[in-house]
């Protein structure tokens, strides 16, 4: 008979986490730029209270364990206290994305049952607009204080945030349940579908949290002070709310203020030292410090995930600002952390534009998930570096149903089931960096062969005239399809369609060059910052490329 361990059996529980930066940085700092127009401070053990605060206020509104508390919301310390607060609690904290369009909100909202939506005072006139089409939410709670409740409003019996939470005393013992119970909901952005909520666990978080902070993953510690850019509700800020708690560390949190100049200001005012965002708001930043001959005086570290970051920015960041980029990449159904690119003692003794080369990739598993590329029968494909497939993945953070779904996602890998397809297009090398080459819906496919629109858009974005690059697909009567560039100019530079293509003569093969460039003004992004390739793809369809 098996011998069993005979250690304590604690559930890995959300709660744990807050409870700990409460006792161990009680007095760290929680700095947030309000939409109220201030910067508030608070901390640790402050924060925790208040989350006990609202939990009791949630019971007292008569939530049961499993309810959903939606929210519209940016990064804020009261934001944290409703990540915490609820799911600490037992209830379900799920964040919806106030930048989609208000009809994917209200299906977002209704798909999820929410019983309640907790939202930033400038929202409040979305949030009249859709309260008509909300009939779940019971009660609507604008996360304010007295002093800044609107005058006037639609919305019957609205409450204020603050004064919920100064009704109650505090004295809440945080309660103990099981650890797979659900802790937070957060939808797909739907770049390539309808969205999909992803629900995740108290443990699979807490996995989740562990390894993220870990030195060759984001590398957090106490000595940091750390300014999520990304949005608590794009895939819960890649988990910082909750690593962050974990090591204890001096929190920033930008609220809606994420031009560069906004950003730059706080960076400096609170000597962050590491940030994690897309990479558009880094393109914000960079052009602002760029136009403006600053520096950063405190910023060391970044990590970059969302959309394949451009080596040209990486380098700017780099050289130009001693700024190292932790290149990452996940997604909503992994929580989302999947890989992340770090060199080991091995690879520092490369050349530097052989470790250049790697940290431009995707990066490594972290420990908890495993991964490997498939052709489309779900046979394993070698990791060379050059051969592309599938990209499957399993963990013990990766979605294993959608909610309200019963059908599985999973396929299997060589006849062995469970791995989660990603629909992304990649490749592994023999060190087991990940690079994605496409999502598979984005990919080109000339004449039986595939070329990788990122890959180009990475060339392009390595050009000094261009502020940002975008390729896709165009149909193509002999190749079936050929790559369109689409190009936004930075201001006030000179740049043909000519010299543009004469750019990539020597960086890649001849054949993968694009067909056609096409100057823009805009380029539609995703309200998670992605470019939007289904749009272009639409603008463009009847583009007729030369010669043809
Ligand atoms: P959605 O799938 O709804 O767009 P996610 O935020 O979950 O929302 O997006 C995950 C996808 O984003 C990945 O499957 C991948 O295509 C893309 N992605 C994330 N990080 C990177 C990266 N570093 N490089 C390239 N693509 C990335």
């Known amino acids: 008979m098996a011998l069993m ?35 508030h401070r ?84 979305l949030v009249e607009k859709l309260a008509p089409g909300l009939p779940s939410i019971k009660h609507f709670i604008v996360m304010t204080d007295r002093a800044h409740m609107p005058a006037q409003t639609t919305l019957a019996g609205l409450l204020c945030y603050d004064e919920l939470l100064d009704a109650e005393d505090g004295r809440y013992a945080w309660p103990e349940f099981d650890e797979n119970t659900a802790c937070s909901l957060c939808y797909t952005s739907g770049t390539t579908g309808h969205p999909k909520g992803a629900v995740y666990s108290h443990r699979s978080t807490l996995l989740h949290t562990y390894a993220s902070a870990l030195p060759d993953a984001l590398d957090c510690s106490a000595r940091d002070v750390i300014l999520p850019v990304v949005p608590m509700f794009h895939v819960n800020a890649w988990g910082l709310p909750y690593s962050c708690a974990l090591i204890g560390c001096k929190l920033v949190m930008p609220g809606p203020f994420l031009d560069g100049q906004s950003l730059y200001e706080l960076f400096e005012s609170e000597g962050v030292t590491f940030s994690a965002g897309v990479p558009t708001v880094w393109l914000g930043l960079l052009n602002y410090v760029k136009a403006n001959n600053l520096k950063f005086s405190s910023f060391k570290r970044t990590v970059i995930g969302g959309s394949a970051c451009p080596p040209a920015m990486m380098k700017s960041l780099q050289e130009d600002y001693g700024v190292e980029v932790i290149h990452a990449w996940g997604m909503t159904e992994l929580s989302p952390i999947g890989t992340l690119s770090k060199l080991s003692a091995k690879q520092l003794q490369l050349p530097k534009e052989a470790q250049q080369r790697l940290l431009e990739k995707q990066g490594k598993a972290v420990f908890g998930i495993d991964m490997a590329i498939a052709d489309d029968a779900g046979q394993a494909l070698p990791w060379d570096g050059q051969v592309t497939g599938n990209l499957l993945v399993r963990g013990h953070w990766v979605i294993d149903s959608y909610y309200g779904e019963h059908s599985s996602p999973l396929q299997s890998l060589d006849g062995e089931p469970g791995w989660f397809p990603t629909g992304d297009v990649a490749s ?24 990788s629109s990122i890959e180009l858009e990475n060339i392009a974005m390595a050009h000094p005239a261009v502020f940002e690059a975008a390729v896709i697909a165009c149909a193509h009567p002999k190749w079936d399809e050929r790559p369109l560039l689409v190009v936004i100019k930075k201001p006030e530079a000179e740049l043909t369609r000519e010299q543009l293509l004469a750019f990539f003569e020597g960086r890649i093969a001849s054949w993968q060059i694009p067909d056609d460039v096409v100057f823009v003004s805009e380029i539609p992004h995703t309200a998670t910052g992605k470019i939007q390739k289904l749009r272009l793809r639409d603008q463009f369809k009847s583009h007729r490329l030369p010669g043809l």
């Open 428 to 451: 592994i090398d023999d060190y087991g960096f990940m690079q994605i080459t496409d999502r598979s819906k984005d990919v080109i496919k000339s004449g039986g062969e595939w070329i």
């Open 5 to 39: 361990g005979q250690m304590m059996a604690m559930p890995l529980l959300i709660s744990s986490l807050i409870k700990h930066a409460a006792r161990h940085a009680g007095d760290t700092e929680i700095v947030s730029k309000r939409v109220e127009g201030d910067l």
């Open 42 to 125: 608070t901390t640790w053990a402050a924060a925790e209270r208040r989350s006990r605060q609202l939990a009791q206020a949630l019971a007292r509104l008569g939530l049961q364990p499993g309810d959903r508390v939606g929210t519209l919301a940016w990064n804020g310390y009261r934001h944290l206290e409703i990540y915490y607060g609820s799911s600490g609690s037992g209830l379900v904290c799920h964040t919806i994305n106030p930048r989609l369009f208000p009809e994917q909100i209200a299906w977002i909202a209704n798909d999820a049952q929410d019983s309640v939506l907790c939202f930033d005072l400038n929202l409040l006139p």
